[in-house]
Every structure is written in structure tokens, then in C-alpha cells.
């Protein structure tokens, strides 16, 4: 029987995955057994511990994924089968990237990333990239954010502003970036890690959207320890396996309040005495902040 060796997934396309295996770098194709077993989400990807042995002395092959401890994932875009779309598995924590300039900084969206680290107990750091670019006032709802105890890093990937702390901030873990096509992404990784030369695209004229320039995800070693992972710009999001009971627990300026509604099992939309809607109404509670909760919640819903 071959002997199986551990390994980190550092690459995954159709059939086939690039396994680091005590510092090398392996390409493995997936055992057909694997393949073959029914499942509701993706079967391995970036960020994957996985078990590979070589039955044959010479090519690789994955015999088993380890459970996963943590995930950055979404439902499955589209109108197919309900099925979980997973970016990142085993992460310390999602670095949500954003923008000053174009794509403009969308908050909705930015509350969906955020909301979806919480659930699935992922550290996150809001990005601010392009700070050479950042105009009087665009600042004003950062202290919302740290105030919620979510830390907001400046950066400029052009310029180099703030590039210590984030890279600092880097080592040692496993890290993704997130966020929509054109705020960066890849220009951020390029300054951390020179020697990728990822691809940069410009932002469409048209829509003033970014385009997407990152094909398939892929996970880095950093010089100083730890991966840092390119997903693939995300126009769309959508919550995984997320309970509508749960979603209040995924605001966490809503804790303090929760249990002084009157009603144990509260939605903190409608009903009376709710501690929550006090909070917002005298201005503890962020108003727009929780929109995004109500529109979450109605989405869920539907």
C-alpha cells in the first residue's frame, strides 16, 4: 500500500490540484472514488488539507481531504442546484478590499462580506486601497466600523501608504482578499509578493465597474511565514447556510441589546419593545448598518 504524505492545497482547477508538500509543490490529480461521493459544496479547494500518496512511484494522487476548521464561502451563483461555493477553506482571516475612487465603496456589499465572516468564525479587516485617491469626507463611515471593533486598514498599492501594517498584519496566518473586481486586489498582492506579477486590468469606462482579472484562485507562501490567497473578483454574494434565527448574532453592536427584548425570539423589525430598534432610534445602533440586517433578513426570507 503506498504511503500518504499531508499537504496544503495551494491551487485547485478541474480534476486537478497543485499540493505543497514540505515546502515542494506537487500537481495531484483527485482520487475517482472522491469525485464520484454526493455533496452539497466544492470537494477541494485553495486552503484544503489533504492526504496524497503515489501509488505508482511517480504521479500524485489525493486520497482524502481533512474537515475543514473554517471557510470563506457563498451560495452557489445562479439559479441552479442550492449549493455551497467554497473560496477558502481553513483561513484565519478575510482581509474585505475595497476602494476610494471607482468601483465606489459599496456598503451593502461590504456588510454581506462581513456578515459571512462572522458566521463562519473568519477574523475580518476591512482594506482601504487606492488612499492616494481618498477625498475629504470619504472617511466618515470609518469610525462607525472600528467603533463596531472591525479594524480598517488605509493603503495605497500605487504608493505604498499603509503597505508595513498590512503586510505585518499578514504574517503567520492563513489570509485571503476579498472583495469586488477593480479595487486592487492584485496590485495589493503584486506589492506584498513582487515576484507574482498577477495581472491588473483597468476599470470598465462604461459601468464603472471593475473587471475581473484574477481566473483562478490561488494560495502564496509569505517570505515571513503564513499564505495569502487571490480569489476571483465577486459580483455576486450570497449567504450559505446562514439561519434567520442566527443573523442577529452575525451583527455584533447588536449584542448588548439583544437580550433585553421583550421577546425572546425577536427579529428586531417590528416588535414592540424591542431593544434593538431603541438602539437605533437613539442613534447606539448605526441606521444604515441595520438596513443591511433588514435586507438580509428579508432575503433570507424569500
Given at each position: 500500500m503506498a504511503e500518504t504524505m499531508r499537504g496544503l492545497v495551494v491551487r485547485?482547477?478541474?480534476?486537478?490540484?497543485?499540493?505543497?508538500?514540505?515546502?515542494?509543490?506537487?500537481?495531484?490529480?483527485l482520487r475517482g472514488r472522491l469525485k464520484n461521493t454526493p455533496r452539497t459544496t466544492d470537494l477541494c479547494v485553495i486552503g484544503d488539507q489533504v492526504m496524497v500518496s503515489q501509488p505508482d512511484g511517480q504521479s500524485?494522487?489525493?486520497?482524502?481531504?481533512?474537515?475543514?476548521?473554517?471557510?470563506?464561502?457563498?451560495?452557489?451563483?445562479?439559479?441552479?442546484?442550492?449549493?455551497?461555493?467554497?473560496?477558502?477553506?481553513?483561513?484565519?482571516?478575510?482581509?474585505?478590499?475595497?476602494?476610494?475612487?471607482?468601483?465606489?465603496?459599496?456598503?451593502?456589499?461590504?456588510?454581506?462580506f462581513l456578515v459571512i465572516a462572522e458566521h463562519q468564525?473568519?477574523?475580518?479587516?476591512?482594506?482601504?486601497?487606492?488612499?492616494?485617491?481618498?477625498?475629504?469626507?470619504?472617511?466618515?463611515w470609518q469610525e462607525t466600523y472600528e467603533s463596531i471593533g472591525y479594524p480598517v486598514l488605509t493603503v495605497s498599492a500605487e504608493t505604498g501608504q499603509g503597505m508595513d501594517a498590512?503586510?505585518?498584519?499578514?504574517?503567520?496566518?492563513?489570509?485571503?482578499?476579498?472583495?469586488?473586481?477593480?479595487?486592487?486586489?492584485?496590485?495589493l498582492i503584486n506589492r506584498i509578493l513582487p515576484g507574482l506579477d498577477l495581472n491588473i486590468a483597468t476599470i470598465s469606462d462604461h459601468h464603472g465597474k471593475g473587471r475581473h482579472t484574477t481566473r483562478v484562485a490561488?494560495?502564496?507562501?509569505?517570505?515571513?511565514?503564513?499564505?495569502?490567497?487571490?480569489?476571483?473578483?465577486?459580483?455576486?454574494?450570497?449567504?450559505?447556510?446562514?439561519?434567520?434565527?442566527?443573523?442577529?448574532?452575525c451583527f455584533p453592536e447588536f449584542t448588548e441589546y439583544r437580550e433585553q427584548c421583550s421577546f425572546r425570539s425577536c427579529s428586531h423589525t417590528h416588535e414592540p419593545r424591542c431593544a434593538v430598534i431603541d438602539a437605533v432610534d437613539a442613534g447606539d445602533i448605526d441606521r444604515e448598518r441595520y438596513e443591511s440586517y433588514v435586507r438580509l433578513r428579508d432575503e433570507t426570507n424569500a
Open positions: 485547485a482547477t478541474a480534476g486537478f490540484v497543485d499540493v505543497r508538500i514540505d515546502g515542494d509543490v506537487v500537481q495531484a490529480r500524485f494522487v489525493v486520497v482524502e481531504v481533512l474537515p475543514r476548521e473554517s471557510r470563506f464561502s457563498r451560495r452557489q451563483p445562479g439559479r441552479g442546484p442550492n449549493k455551497e461555493d467554497v473560496l477558502v477553506a481553513n483561513l484565519d482571516q478575510l482581509f474585505v478590499t475595497f476602494c476610494y475612487g471607482r468601483p465606489a465603496l459599496n456598503m451593502r456589499l461590504l456588510d454581506r468564525g473568519v477574523q475580518p479587516v476591512i482594506v482601504m486601497n487606492k488612499a492616494d485617491l481618498c477625498e475629504p469626507g470619504d472617511l466618515s498590512l503586510t505585518g498584519a499578514l504574517q503567520g496566518k492563513i489570509s485571503a482578499f476579498v472583495g469586488p473586481s477593480g479595487v486592487g486586489k492584485s496590485s490561488s494560495l502564496h507562501v509569505l517570505p515571513e511565514g503564513g499564505f495569502l490567497a487571490d480569489t476571483p473578483g465577486i459580483r455576486e454574494l450570497g449567504t450559505w447556510a446562514l439561519p434567520i434565527e442566527h443573523l442577529d448574532q
